[in-house]
Nanobody
Framework: QVQLVESGGGLVQAGGSLRLSCAASASIFSINAMNWYRQAPGKQRELVAT???????NYVDFVKGRFTISREKAENAVNLQMNSLKPEDTAVYYC??????????????WGQGTQVTVSA
């Protein structure tokens, strides 16, 4: 079982920045992929950014160049630096972890979410 705890959400004006953090109860270097998702009111949850075990990162087009996902070893956390925020970035942001255990069984875990609100 992996527990994920997000922090860093809040209210910011358009053009501003926020840094989200996802602290994990297991070593982030043992997790195959750590992801950030978001869900806006009335919309489906969508993938925002991914960081794989080897450090490879991927972003959806609408955040490329603005968001950066990274791992913080000292804090055992995965961060999402969000710059040049837009009102359409307003959503609840969720941390997600996916791993395959030594028996090759798949596990997926979610954090509780953190609200990000961007005002125009």
């Amino acid at each position: 079982q992996v527990q994920l705890v997000e922090s860093g959400g809040g209210l910011v004006q358009a053009g501003g920045s926020l840094r989200l953090s996802c602290a994990a109860s297991a070593s982030i270097f043992s997790i195959n992929a750590m992801n950030w998702y978001r869900q806006a009111p009335g919309k489906q949850r969508e993938l925002v950014a991914t960081i794989a075990l080897d450090g490879t990162t991927n972003y959806v087009d609408f955040v490329k160049g603005r968001f950066t996902i990274s791992r913080e070893k000292a804090e055992n956390a995965v961060n999402l630096q969000m710059n040049s925020l837009k009102p359409e970035d307003t959503a609840v942001y969720y941390c997600n972890a996916r791993l395959w255990d030594t028996r090759r069984l798949f596990h997926e875990y979610w954090g509780q979410g953190t609200q990000v609100t961007v005002s125009a």
